[in-house]
């Protein structure tokens, strides 16, 4: 929530709800953090559905859509704060959760709640966005408005980031749980014609350094053959030692 705090545009690939990266935030568990090896494990997805044997939409846990989708995630300290505050708001939640709100147990762990104790939603999550980005646009003029988005720009934006910091395509595949490097390197190609020029910027300050440094060999040199030689001068043309 801090980019919709700070008001960060996002790009507009963005513009279109992922119910599976909700369900898999949603399905959470404290158990599944480990703040001693800074990791966190996906392990389920919850998924809000109505199937063949359902009356009507209910909450359902399933196992990741893929196997790299199943996946060991390291969290920086930034992450780490967020998730022990998130920890602290849940057991206030879960004292204060009125009783006739009934919990099915398997869904009384989830981090990551509504005020009633109950597991998220796309649609919760959603409302959520778009309570906090009228709230910025009512500061704002009709040419600075903030775009509605889903969810799913967080993760584009934390590979944007990520590419950005120079992390290499192949461990943000690992991050965000793509199947296929091929995934990550569309979403790398998607979001980086705009560092072209900068990255060049880096091969000429590569070559800048292996020219200056061969620019002080080259005088080096040329001292030591100008110390060697001092004592001959030219005269009509001819070398003569003094």
């Given at each position: 929530?801090?980019?919709?705090?700070?008001?960060?545009?996002?790009?507009?690939?963005c513009?279109?709800?992922?119910?599976?990266?909700?369900?898999?935030?949603?399905?959470?568990k404290?158990?599944?953090?480990?703040?001693?090896?800074?990791v966190?494990?996906?392990?389920?997805?919850?998924?809000?559905?109505?199937y063949?044997?359902?009356?009507?939409?209910?909450?359902?846990?399933?196992?990741?859509?893929t196997?790299?989708?199943?996946?060991?995630?390291?969290?920086?300290?930034q992450?780490?704060?967020?998730?022990?505050?998130?920890?602290?708001?849940?057991?206030?939640v879960?004292?204060?959760a009125?009783?006739?709100?009934?919990?099915?147990k398997?869904?009384?762990?989830?981090?990551?709640?509504?005020k009633?104790?109950?597991?998220?939603?796309?649609?919760?999550?959603?409302?959520?966005?778009?309570?906090?980005?009228?709230?910025?646009?009512?500061?704002?003029?009709?040419?600075?408005?903030?775009?509605?988005?889903?969810?799913?720009?967080?993760?584009?934006?934390?590979a944007?980031?990520c590419?950005?910091?120079?992390?290499?395509?192949?461990?943000?595949?690992?991050?965000?749980?793509?199947?296929?490097?091929?995934?990550?390197?569309?979403?790398?190609?998607?979001?980086?014609?705009?560092?072209l020029?900068?990255?060049?910027?880096?091969?000429?300050?590569?070559?800048?350094?292996?020219?200056?440094?061969?620019?002080?060999i080259?005088?080096?040199?040329?001292?030591?053959?100008?110390?060697?030689?001092?004592?001959i001068?030219?005269?009509?043309?001819?070398?003569?030692?003094?």
């Amino acid at each position: 929530m801090v980019l919709l705090i700070y008001g960060v545009r996002l790009p507009p690939l963005c513009q279109k709800p992922h119910i599976n990266l909700l369900g898999r935030v949603a399905g959470l568990k404290w158990s599944d953090i480990d703040m001693n090896k800074k990791v966190i494990s996906i392990n389920r997805t919850l998924v809000y559905q109505q199937y063949d044997s359902d009356s009507k939409k209910e909450f359902h846990i399933e196992d990741p859509k893929t196997a790299a989708s199943k996946r060991i995630i390291p969290i920086n300290r930034q992450c780490e704060l967020a998730l022990k505050r998130q920890y602290v708001q849940k057991i206030v939640v879960s004292d204060k959760a009125p009783k006739s709100k009934k919990v099915k147990k398997e869904f009384k762990d989830f981090l990551f709640t509504t005020k009633f104790n109950t597991p998220l939603n796309s649609q919760i999550v959603c409302d959520a966005i778009k309570k906090i980005v009228n709230e910025i646009n009512l500061m704002r003029d009709t040419l600075t408005e903030m775009e509605l988005f889903s969810a799913h720009c967080f993760r584009h934006t934390f590979a944007t980031r990520c590419f950005e910091a120079g992390i290499q395509p192949k461990t943000v595949q690992a991050y965000l749980g793509h199947a296929t490097l091929q995934m990550t390197m569309d979403l790398y190609t998607a979001v980086m014609p705009k560092y072209l020029v900068s990255e060049m910027d880096k091969i000429s300050s590569l070559y800048d350094s292996i020219e200056e440094d061969g620019d002080n060999i080259a005088e080096k040199i040329y001292l030591e053959k100008m110390m060697e030689t001092a004592d001959i001068i030219e005269f009509k043309g001819d070398p003569k030692v003094v």
